[in-house]
């Protein structure tokens, strides 16, 4: 064994023993950085170089932004404001409190830009609610975590903000955003449809009707909130701001309409926002360093050549390697988190996938939608276990009761990985 493929084992065996050990992500990554370069006899310096060259990019400045925007919305009353209208919108068809609860979770999403804190503001009203209204407990929670996802998909997710970063920051984070917006109303239809047909089987009711002296304040009240995506989306879609100074944008309009326009919390909170905010971007951006020291001793080693090699010498159909993909990527979305996946994965599958002629924009989609679907799936399943939590059921309970709609989204994602068009079109008509 030449001395390129004992490297590639210290690597890959030293990465797997961090996380076998539970240290967290990114000291496992800087970690099996670091011992693959004292192998190798690379300056230990190079670490360094690498790490604060991986943080040295102005796109980075859209992270916190997004964060910051979402802590703010999230610790305010804009989640129950978008349960409001989306309960106008489609609360009035059968088991409509679940489908309320989809979008939601999207009109959320295309805010907060988190699955996480997806489940947890729409989830803190929702299952609670549904419960009231004779839906089951198991149920509720199922159908709350399956759609907290789109928040992974729909723009503006920070995610996709880290993808464009990890690969190379030569893909357009506007066509990204654009890329994900048919897909995230074909999930929303998907988790709709799904939860129409269990309203019928299980024979939940209509939701009642929404008060008509109501409706102006609710339309008002729910434009006001989507506001903030119109104003990140349309700034950069129409060019008017980057996404860095959108994200700033957005932070300031959610800060005026929480704590003056509305009043929900008091100003001493932001405090509190503040913190948890920086707490969320340190790790973020020491996670973001260290993926750059692994991934530069990945390309040292040449590690994605030989992926790629190794991938089409299994099969030159791009049908079966693509499927792999998928397959790869959702049983790593198990014991993973989201963000060092997509930090990890996407040096070494990018070139994969492009030697086929996938797009690098339409793998980004199904990038998201991979791991996104991996936030449901014990061991890690992050929003699986936060949805559990606050539903107060057994993780087993919530995991039987997502597994319906587990199958529809990846039913979703087999539809969008072949059929490109779908996820290309709207990027491919802007440009």
């Known amino acids: 064994m030449d001395s390129t493929a004992i490297a590639t084992c210290i690597l890959a065996g030293s990465f797997i023993l ?59 009353k804009m989640a129950l404001r978008l349960i409001n209208l989306a309960q106008l919108i489609v609360g009035g068809i059968r088991g409509g409190l679940a489908m309320v609860n989809c979008v939601a979770c999207m009109f959320f999403g295309n805010i907060s830009g988190s699955a996480i804190a997806d489940v947890s503001s729409i989830g803190s009203v929702m299952i609670p609610s549904m419960k009231k209204k004779g839906y089951d407990t ?42 994900g917006i048919v897909p995230g109303i074909m999930m929303c239809a998907a988790l709709m449809a799904t939860s129409y047909v269990f309203a019928v089987k299980r024979g939940y009711e209509k939701d009642d009707p929404v008060a008509r002296k109501d409706v102006p304040r609710i339309l008002f009240d729910g434009f006001m909130s989507l506001l903030t995506a119109v104003i990140i989306l349309g700034g950069i ?60 001793v990945l390309a040292y080693l040449q590690v994605p050549g030989m992926i790629t090699d190794w991938m089409l010498n299994i099969s030159d ?70 949805g559990a939590a606050i539903g107060n059921i057994s993780i087993s309970q919530a995991t039987k009761a997502m597994m319906p709609f587990f199958y529809v989204l990846c039913i979703v994602l087999l539809i969008l990985t072949y059929i490109p068009g779908i996820v290309m079109w709207l990027p491919n008509m802007v440009q």
Not at 155 to 163: I, M, R
Not at 276 to 293: D, E
Request: aromatic share 10%; hydrophobic share 55%; proline share 6%.
């Open 237 to 296: 879609f129409t060019g008017w701001f980057t996404a860095t100074e959108s994200g700033a944008i957005a932070c300031l309009y959610a800060f005026i309409l929480t704590f003056f326009i509305y009043r929900d919390i008091p100003l001493k909170r932001m405090t509190v926002i503040l913190k948890r905010t920086f707490r969320t971007v340190s790790m973020v951006l020491f996670l973001i360093a260290a993926s750059a020291a692994f991934s530069w």
């Open 138 to 179: 198991d149920y509720s929670v199922g159908v709350t975590v399956s759609s907290a996802i789109q928040g992974v998909v729909v723009p503006p997710s920070h995610n996709l903000v880290l993808y464009s970063l990890a690969a190379g920051g030569g893909i357009s984070i506007t066509s990204l955003f654009l890329a």
């Open 18 to 76: 961090f996380v076998l050990l539970r240290f967290p992500i990114a000291l496992g990554l800087a970690g099996s950085s670091i011992l693959t370069l004292l192998y190798l006899k690379v300056p230990l310096a190079t670490i360094g170089q690498t790490m604060i060259q991986g943080m040295n990019s102005y796109s980075l400045l859209t992270i916190p932004f997004f964060i910051l925007a979402g802590q703010i919305m999230s610790e305010g």
């Open 317 to 386: 159909n791009p049908i079966i390697i693509l499927l792999i993909i998928n397959i790869v990527l959702l049983l790593l979305g198990a014991p993973m988190d989201m963000a060092p996946l997509i930090l990890i994965m996407t040096p070494i599958l990018l070139p994969v996938v492009t030697s086929i002629g996938m797009d690098p924009v339409h793998f980004g989609i199904i990038l998201m939608l991979n791991l996104g679907i991996g936030l449901l799936t014990p061991p890690v399943g992050t929003v699986l276990f936060v």
